[in-house]
């Protein structure tokens, strides 16, 4: 048995004397995307400092709760928070909540994050569907000897983002009125902002948006054949594009200020997944 399979199971076997998330949908929320699991109905809230082997949450607008629940009709777990590598955590424990969802019977995942515009078409607030990615985060979460009860040595990423609940998104975003984007998310290491040269790098090799996470639980997701799709929330144009500085208020305050098409959004995608 892997070292990651067994702290994963212990997660897991405490989780399922809290709750029954078999089949639920897996929601991963970003920095400012948080105000969605306020709406969970029959909600059983877990902090992440009391799950074994998980741990705290240190970043601004990441709450540290895993919440299991009803919403819209239908069961979801949800993450209020995530752990970031620039906190520090190793990449195996950044992407451990991804494993412990599938060991819980969790059958899809969508995972959020509050992302810098490189696409100069977009503008913050726009809604992007992650339909690629690019890890430039220097690791990976299935770095070192594999771990056999999840997948295998050598996962094939042709397919990483499930194309189906892409389209899903599309359809769902239509009806809703909401002007929603496709594009590559390119990961960085962080915890700084991106340097003008390095967003122009990300230009030039195809990305549409910038952040700091996301693409370990993308990765990870598919290594345990868990169909997941990714939303991110173009919270602010990236370094050197408007020649502004960046702060991490902004991106809380733009997420904020387009919650409302988010929240409906996810909502509606559930019920269809």
């Known amino acids: 048995m892997s070292d990651i399979y067994k702290r994963c199971l212990q997660s897991a076997e405490y989780l399922k004397n809290c709750f029954d998330a078999k089949d639920a949908i897996g929601i991963i929320l970003g920095s400012g995307l948080g105000e969605l699991a306020n709406e969970i109905e029959d909600a059983v809230t877990v902090n992440y400092a009391d799950i074994p082997n998980f741990p705290k949450t240190t970043v601004p607008g990441h709450a540290g709760q895993l919440i299991c629940g009803t919403l819209n009709g239908v069961k979801v777990l949800c993450m209020k928070g995530r752990f970031h590598f620039y906190e520090g955590h190793d990449m195996k424990t950044v992407a451990m909540p991804v494993r412990v969802m599938k060991l819980l019977g969790v059958k899809a995942i969508i995972v959020t994050n509050a992302a810098g515009g490189v696409n100069r078409t977009f503008k913050p607030g726009t809604l992007m569907i992650i339909n690629d990615f690019i890890n ?138």
Do not use: W
Not at 156 to 183: H, N, P, S, W
Not at 237 to 257: F, K, N, P, W, Y
């Open 136 to 273: 430039f985060m220097g690791d990976n979460p299935l770095y070192g000897p594999n771990a056999d009860e999840f997948g295998p040595r050598f996962p094939d990423m042709t397919k990483a983002i499930d194309a189906g609940f892409v389209q899903i998104a599309e359809d769902c975003a239509k009806e809703l009125d909401i002007d929603i984007r496709k594009g590559v998310y390119m990961s960085f290491r962080g915890p700084n902002f991106e340097t003008p040269a390095e967003i122009r790098f990300a230009e030039t090799i195809g990305a549409d948006a910038v952040g700091m996470s996301t693409v370990p639980e993308l990765l990870t997701a598919r290594h345990c054949s868990l169909p997941a799709v990714g939303i991110s929330c173009i919270t602010n144009m990236a370094a050197g594009i408007t020649g502004e500085e960046l702060t991490h208020e902004e991106v809380q305050e733009t997420a904020d200020r387009v919650k409302d098409q988010f929240k409906g959004l996810v909502k509606t995608m559930i019920t269809r997944m």
